[in-house]
């Protein structure tokens, strides 16, 4: 590819005991494709702090620290020493530098607590939710404008916000549902399904974020029916013309800048997958892309 931006949403950066291994590697990345790497840090979830043997009470202290050696890594001529808390090098000294000066572009992928939301909002990154309902993302969003306005004193425009929803096409309401319901419902009970103890161990959330997710009602997704899915719009299947519509109408009142669109999921085999993308790509990029002025459409497979 020579101008698609590829977007790295998933470097859990306080799983890792060397950070500047993130750095390196992204920055490599970066020189590579000459500007289009897009870098997303999140703390990672439960399971992956059982699997590392890593404490989750101090998952959010390392990842706050882990954030601030990767940016100096890019930033800072080397070599100097960083000494934290949790990571402490004698010399730093990132090889190669980043292309983008002054670093990649930083976005932030959360399931939504109030630290994250502030943390975000101070930088003036990239907020975004996935795998979400769509009036929890509005309201997810919502919550971040108030944290930049009220706390950091600014308005955040369509380019720090985000929303990642997957999205099936046909050329019927009813062939796209038949088509799509085994593979969505494969991804909520199969490939998103734990026990809630997995996915917030002790110490891994504030006790403030925990009554809010509690009051939210389900912690598994081992129940939800395909139907509650699409009535709750967790996804988006239909006609080009009826998504069209509504991610037209949500994104325009959301001011999302960026629009993470999953086109293939769950059990989805490779032919429907491809399909979707043409599908989307002929009838939805086009008009999607302009939106919001600044937007930027990204098809994720």
Same mark, same amino acid.
């Given at each position: 590819?020579?101008?698609?931006?590829?977007?790295?949403?998933?470097?859990?950066?306080?799983?890792?005991?060397?950070?500047?291994?993130?750095?390196?590697?992204?920055?490599?990345?970066? @020189?590579?494709?000459?500007?289009?790497?897009? $870098?997303?840090?999140?703390?990672?979830?439960?399971?992956?702090?059982?699997? &590392?043997?890593?404490?989750?009470?101090?998952?959010?202290?390392?990842? /706050?620290?882990?954030?601030? %050696?990767?940016?100096? +890594?890019?930033?800072?001529?080397?070599?100097?020493?960083?000494?934290?808390?949790?990571?402490?090098?004698?010399?730093?000294? @990132?090889?190669?530098?980043?292309?983008?000066?002054?670093?990649?572009?930083?976005?932030?992928?959360?399931?939504?607590?109030?630290?994250?939301?502030?943390?975000?909002?101070?930088?003036?990154?990239?907020?975004?939710?996935?795998?979400?309902?769509?009036?929890?993302?509005?309201?997810?969003?919502?919550?971040?404008?108030?944290? +930049?306005?009220?706390? &950091?004193?600014?308005?955040?425009?369509?380019?720090?916000?985000?929303?990642?929803?997957?999205?099936?096409?046909?050329?019927? /309401?009813?062939?796209?549902?038949?088509? +799509?319901?085994?593979?969505?419902?494969? =991804? &909520?009970?199969?490939?998103?399904?734990?026990?809630?103890?997995? =996915?917030?161990?002790?110490?891994?959330? $504030?006790?403030?974020?925990?009554?809010?997710?509690?009051?939210?009602?389900?912690? $598994?997704?081992?129940? @939800?029916?395909?139907?509650?899915?699409?009535?709750?719009?967790?996804?988006? @299947?239909?006609?080009? /013309?009826?998504?069209?519509?509504?991610?037209?109408?949500?994104?325009?009142?959301?001011?999302?800048?960026?629009?993470?669109? =999953? %086109?293939?999921?769950?059990?989805?085999?490779?032919?429907? +997958?491809?399909?979707?993308?043409? %599908?989307?790509?002929?009838?939805?990029?086009?008009?999607?892309?302009?939106?919001?002025?600044?937007?930027?459409?990204?098809?994720?497979?």
């Amino acid at each position: 590819t020579k101008r698609i931006k590829i977007i790295l949403l998933g470097n859990g950066i306080p799983l890792r005991d060397h950070p500047q291994r993130v750095a390196e590697e992204v920055a490599m990345l970066d @020189v590579i494709t000459r500007g289009r790497i897009v $870098s997303g840090f999140v703390r990672g979830i439960g399971p992956e702090y059982y699997s &590392f043997d890593l404490n989750p009470a101090i998952s959010r202290e390392r990842f /706050e620290e882990a954030h601030d %050696l990767i940016i100096q +890594a890019w930033t800072r001529p080397g070599p100097f020493s960083f000494y934290g808390k949790h990571y402490r090098f004698r010399h730093i000294n @990132v090889t190669p530098r980043p292309y983008t000066k002054p670093h990649p572009p930083v976005w932030i992928p959360t399931l939504g607590s109030t630290e994250t939301v502030d943390f975000t909002a101070e930088r003036r990154y990239p907020y975004m939710m996935l795998y979400t309902p769509r009036k929890r993302m509005q309201q997810a969003l919502a919550e971040y404008v108030r944290s +930049a306005e009220e706390k &950091f004193g600014y308005t955040p425009g369509p380019e720090q916000k985000g929303w990642g929803i997957p999205v099936y096409l046909a050329e019927t /309401e009813a062939r796209a549902h038949a088509e +799509a319901e085994s593979h969505i419902l494969w =991804l &909520f009970h199969h490939g998103l399904r734990m026990p809630y103890n997995m =996915l917030n161990p002790p110490g891994y959330t $504030s006790p403030k974020n925990l009554v809010r997710y509690a009051q939210g009602g389900k912690s $598994s997704f081992r129940d @939800v029916t395909y139907k509650q899915l699409i009535d709750d719009e967790w996804i988006f @299947v239909g006609t080009p /013309e009826s998504v069209h519509d509504r991610l037209v109408k949500y994104a325009t009142e959301m001011e999302v800048g960026h629009l993470i669109v =999953l %086109l293939q999921f769950g059990s989805m085999p490779d032919a429907m +997958a491809r399909k979707n993308m043409e %599908l989307f790509a002929r009838f939805l990029l086009p008009e999607l892309q302009p939106l919001n002025s600044r937007a930027a459409v990204t098809a994720r497979t």
